[in-house]
């Protein structure tokens, strides 16, 4: 990169309405460090890398839940909403590590899981020492099944991790009661009931606690999911589905935002799957939530129209009720960009799993995984120059892949067990970061396990290799934040274009004028106009008195 950017301004998280501009950083504790060698990553460990945090640049961290939890989908079932799990450390230590981030000047987003509990969760507990559809079981989703004797599902809905989402109860004799419950995921994971006035003001108690705690903000799992239609229709494939985005959820978020508005500065994040933009800014509205995720960058294939459509849509529905827009290219629920973006064939994905379709169907070669690898640091760049806030999956700053070879017995995810192996499921994408280039753990923790395995050579991503190589994906990241941050782009986006395979758009830098952000998505070198770089994500061809030639799966910002 080149010299010509402005030094840093104000860090964007001391800022009024930090969120809006924000790069936060996605931690899925499990894997980002190990303080005590027990295999499985926790808050000492997150904590002890707050330097590292710092370095990289980023204004916030967004934490996947460490709420206690039997942890049979990765803590999105919650056993006790107020309380860390021992695994990762002591509400002590959790308390520190939101005071050593703050002393830093980073702010921290919890996850929050309302639309269903862990099935040891204490109301689920005292709902199953109860006759099926008495008493308890109001806080839950518990119907007559169908056919004569109840012994069908109540009705056609599918698990999001396959098969019926419901499962029948025993009753007192053990035998098939006739009554199911509803877990739109695992059975582990029943959905909870928001009908039910005690829910919601449970929920409302929840969130207080943690901001009042100090937590700046909570990022909502299955936002879409919590209001199920009266009568539990099947689906006739008209929109709102019956389980899916109903009027009813903006009422809760209405009541949450009154809420988050009782503090400072605090913040909700929806996790909100949802095909439809101007559908996804319905959940925006001023007295709503603050972000959004798009899921549309997060799937978009490598092609400029793609990735033009869902740069665009979004940001005109989002624009026009004055809400950001929010970009992410990873999360812990998809394969990792490199393996997504290398080219190389993608595994057939079951009917309805739908989020986790990419995973490639077999290991990269080498030319695959540079090529992969050169994509995701022009994704990045790019993202990192659009309007909103930019979520940063842990690892993705190393360029990791997807793991691939995870032995069976080892797997983890409960879409793998569900679909009996068919589906492989998200594991390849947790696997504990490499932070040292050798070691048996590579410097995880200081011990020899780690909860999923690390594939040989995962120390050639390490923080440790990358660290001394001016090139490195690590390296890169980090400049790039750092002139995000120091152009101080300001406004909306201009002159959005995919032509011939290559994308193009302006913003406007308080500091600097307009910049231009292209990239070359196309198979050919292309030429730029603009002779002054600002920043890339591999080097241009430039000859003296002749326009700067910029390569296939390449990003360059100029000033326009
Ligand atoms: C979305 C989360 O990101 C995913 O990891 C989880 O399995 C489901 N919600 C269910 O909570």
Known sequence: MMSSIPAART???????????????????????????????DIPGITARLPYLRRLGVDAVWLNPCYVSPMRDGGYDVADYRRIDPRFGTDADFDAFLAGCHDVGIRVIMDIVPNHCSAEHA????AMRE??????WRRFHCVRGSGGSGQQPPNDWQSVFSGPAWSQLPDERGEPSGWWYLHLFDPSQPDLNWECEEVRTEFDDV?????????????????????????????DGSWPHPHWDQDGVHDIFRRWRAIADEFDDRVLV????????DRLARYLRPDELHMAFNFSSLTSPWDAASFADAIRWPLEHNDAIGAPTTW????????RAVSRYSGAPLRQPLENITILDHVPARELTQAELARGAARARAALLMSLALPGSFYLYAGGELGLPEVLDIPDARRDDPVWHRTGGATVGRDGCRVPLPWTADGSTYGFNSGSVSWLPQPAGWGRWSVEAQEADPDSFLNFTRRAIAARRSLDLVGGIGDLMASGG?????????EAGVLRCTVNMSEQPVDIDDDTIVAMSAPAEQVFGEPVRLLPDACIWTYA
């Open 11 to 41: 860090p964007p998280s001391t800022r009024p309405q930090w969120w809006r501009d924000a790069v936060v950083y996605q931690i899925y504790p499990r894997s980002f460090a190990d303080s005590n060698g027990d295999g499985e990553g």
């Open 123 to 126: 109301w689920f507990v005292e």
């Open 131 to 136: 006759a099926p559809g008495t008493g308890a």
């Open 207 to 235: 969130i207080r606690h943690w901001f009042a705690r100090g937590v700046d903000g909570l990022r909502i799992d299955v936002a879409t999911g919590m209001v199920k239609a009266a009568g539990y229709p099947d689906p």
């Open 270 to 277: 929806a996790e909100a799957i949802l095909g439809f933009p």
């Open 328 to 335: 992410l290219l990873e999360n812990h629920d998809i394969a």
């Open 502 to 510: 290559v994308l193009t758009f302006t913003r406007r830098s308080a």
